[in-house]
């Protein structure tokens, strides 16, 4: 082995990066990465600290413009129906601050094209995806229930359901009043002390971090592996092109240091995992003279399709207290209106999920209300509230893009991003549903009141399909096997490669893809 | 640009001004508590403006302490001081609505009556153009108000939500999967799709 020229070179070290790292140093593949974050300093963990609620609103705010840090760049929204895009530069990337619902796709998911004319059909099946999604309920300790009757059969996860409390006992009741399926959450959050690390002590609000590494990110599950695997992880490392050699090879990258300089790291294969926003990105400003619209973008594909689920929250009031001081943030979930439904005015379908409720700062924040009647509204609705999110099967369409921003650079000189997304007619008509959907269990489970967040509240948790694989290179950016179908040596596999969304929360699925790419470029590694 | 997060839920809309999108500094504005200094940007005049608005938006009332009296001012004052843009929207809004007091009550804000003052922030937070400096003074107070260990205190006693349990962690219920009776006789429920 060459030592300064690896087997791989990934970009980026969040939720995909981290596992195919972890993947390719496990078959003894030599591996550098990196990342443009740092390392999370856990004593800056919002819920280390009292005030974890206004820190979570200051530094830890998931809003890449708003934290503003020198390794983040600009991201500014448009379109009709304007996201928020909620992503990390960090080691662990977006999982750093999220919920851990790890969902699997349904085998309709990759076939929503032929099924309902909906999208565009996977270039793999479930059952290609299958075993990674075991390997990574494994690796970052799935807490679950096998036995599912929604979904197709599965090894059981390694840890029991996380603990559901009076909240769960009430979405439960609810769902069993409607008559609807439903089952308790899987999430990447340890019900049980596992591999070394500690069992969550409920302590709610996940998105504000986890000092204790219950909750799953992937600094904590893959990343202490793949180190001592010898995988080589180099952080603050800002990547500005990927390098081509004279026959058009992906040879490696060039980048800034955490000192900032400029930097080359080649490798036998390159592979981008920056995520729905940052791959792109990263495509676009590798222009050069034989890619001038951005590399391995011969389709025109890339930055396109951007999907962002039809996601929205309900909110019911119960007379009752709710702890919602308490609980992992998923609790009981169901897939009863999944698939298409003929009597819908809309086709695919989406997850009804009994949440927990809200915190006092942003209790005190969603009402607004100040005056003589602010104490009297928030002992109303404190630990009385409990949400039910709704995630639906958001369209891909050309019109909804990431394109680069050259009006904001990031420190280096480097371009922003903007996004623009309009919602389909059809994303809009499931998301009305859903949230009548989610209405009905509020209802069921004994609010006395509802409320909910609009049809385009702009939650920007999910960022998909960017770079989206295809059979056809005409259509798409990379193949079944990850490779960029206009650059040899080029890989891509994170959020951006998925052609449609499905309609449950994508970390599970990014993972199951990024491992499952891992094998296949070790599989190839004697290909050209 | 950013998301105008202070209206009610609904659909997401942009600000569309720097100040609109004052937002956007929050993230380089933290304060941690211990690092909290007397004023830093407000002259004893336009701290008791704001500690008079301060107790407006949350009064002191059936057993809630108000806000000035928790140290929301000074936590305002400290935040805003940690950017231009906040710091210049927080001296315009005291100055703003202590001239507009004087000019209609001949009074500073700080001496008018509960209702003088509350029909003030009123117009000045329905204001096209200077409604976002009545926003960011309510977040920033409410944030102060909200951190502080009287209120964390009232709000465990009147409401229940256990403030500690987010950092100290709590035991709830476990999972009974005696629940899933009912579920576990039903039918398969998923399309199978030919691979």
């Keep these: 082995m060459n030592a300064t020229e690896p087997d791989v070179l990934v970009i980026g070290a969040g939720a995909a990066g981290a596992a195919l790292t972890w993947r390719l140093a496990s078959k003894g593949a030599s591996v550098v990465c990196l990342e443009e974050g740092d390392w999370v300093d856990r004593d800056t963990i919002p819920k280390g600290h009292v005030d974890w609620e206004v820190r979570g609103r ?9 934290r503003d840090r020198e390794v983040d760049y600009a991201v500014t929204n448009g379109g009709e129906n304007p996201v928020d895009p909620f992503m990390y530069s960090a080691v662990g ?4 601050g999220f919920g851990a619902q790890y969902w699997r796709l349904q085998p309709s998911d990759f076939r929503a094209r032929t099924l309902d004319d909906f999208g565009v059909d996977w270039p793999i099946a479930y059952e290609d995806l299958a075993p990674y999604y075991d390997i990574n309920e494994r690796e970052t300790g799935v807490s ?3 036995g599912d009757p929604t979904g197709p059969q599965r090894p059981a996860p390694p840890l029991p359901p996380n603990a559901m409390g009076s909240v769960g006992r009430r979405w439960a009741a609810g769902f069993e009043k409607l008559g609807w399926y439903w089952w308790p959450q899987d999430s990447a959050i340890i019900s049980r002390d596992y591999r070394g690390r500690a069992a969550c002590t409920n302590r709610s609000q996940c998105a ?3 000092p204790q590494k219950a909750l799953s990110t992937a600094d904590v599950t893959y990343w202490p592996v793949a180190l001592e695997l010898g995988a080589e992880l180099r952080v603050r490392a800002r990547v500005r092109r990927v390098i081509l050699d004279t026959a058009g090879r992906a040879v490696g990258v060039e980048y800034y240091d955490a000192d900032g300089r400029l930097q080359e790291q080649r490798a036998k294969r390159v592979v981008i995992c920056a995520g729905g926003i940052g791959t792109p990105r990263l495509l676009l400003m590798s222009a050069s003279a034989t890619h001038p619209d951005g590399l391995a973008n011969s389709s025109g594909q890339v930055g396109r399709n951007f ?12 007379e009752e207290p709710t702890e919602s001081y308490a609980g992992t943030v998923g609790s009981m979930s169901s897939r009863q209106f999944y698939e298409t439904d003929p009597d819908n005015d809309f086709v695919r379908g989406f997850i009804v999920a009994g949440n927990r409720g809200y915190s006092p700062l942003l209790t005190a924040l969603q009402f607004r209300l100040w005056g003589g009647e602010h104490h009297e509204k928030l002992e109303h609705h404190l630990n009385h509230d409990a949400t039910v999110y709704v995630c639906g099967d958001d369209e891909p369409e050309e019109h909804n893009r990431v394109e680069l921003d050259h009006g904001r650079l990031d420190d280096f000189g480097l371009p922003g991003v903007t996004t623009s997304y309009t919602m389909s007619e059809n994303s809009r008509r499931m998301t009305e549903a859903a949230i009548g959907r989610a209405t009905e269990l509020c209802m069921a489970a004994g609010a006395d009141s509802v409320r909910d967040f609009g049809v385009a509240p702009g939650f920007g948790w999910h960022l998909l399909g960017t770079a989206r694989m295809g059979a056809d290179a005409g259509a798409s950016v990379v193949d079944a096997d990850h490779r960029a179908h206009d650059v040899p040596g080029l890989y891509i596999a994170d959020g951006s490669s998925m052609p449609t969304g499905g309609a449950v929360n994508p970390a599970h699925t990014i993972q199951a893809l990024a491992l499952r790419a891992a094998d296949r470029i070790w599989e190839g590694r004697n290909d050209g | 640009m950013a998301f105008d997060r202070t209206k009610p839920p609904g659909e997401a809309t942009l600000a569309q001004t720097p100040e609109a999108a004052y937002g956007l500094e929050f993230g380089k504005t933290y304060v941690a508590p211990e690092d909290e200094r007397p004023a830093v940007s407000l002259n004893p005049d ?3 403006v704001l500690a008079a608005w301060a107790d407006r938006l949350i009064p002191a009332g059936d057993g809630w302490p108000g806000a000035a009296e928790v140290g929301a001012v000074t936590y305002a004052d400290n935040v805003a001081s940690r950017s231009p843009l906040l710091r210049a929207m927080l001296l315009r809004a005291v100055d703003l609505v202590e001239r507009e007091a004087l000019g209609r009550h001949g009074e500073g804000f700080a001496g008018c009556t509960d209702e003088q003052r509350a029909a003030l922030l009123g117009e000045l937070e329905g204001d096209e153009d200077d409604g976002p400096l009545f926003d960011l003074i309510l977040e920033l107070i409410f944030e102060g108000y909200y951190r502080a260990a009287p209120v964390l205190e009232m709000v465990e006693k009147r409401t229940g939500f256990r403030v500690m349990a987010p950092v100290e962690g709590v035991e709830i219920e476990p999972f ?3 629940l899933l009776g009912r579920v576990k006789q039903l039918p398969r429920r998923w399309r199978e799709v030919a691979a």
């Design chain 1, 58 to 66: 200051h530094y830890w705010n998931p809003a890449p413009s708003i």
């Design chain 1, 93 to 96: 990337g977006s999982t750093i």
């Design chain 1, 144 to 146: 679950g229930l096998a």
């Design chain 1, 208 to 210: 504000f971090g986890c």
């Design chain 1, 307 to 318: 999907m962002v689920h039809c996601q929205t929250l309900v909110a019911g009031r119960f």
């Design chain 2, 46 to 48: 336009q701290g008791r």
């Design chain 2, 176 to 178: 009974d999967e005696s």
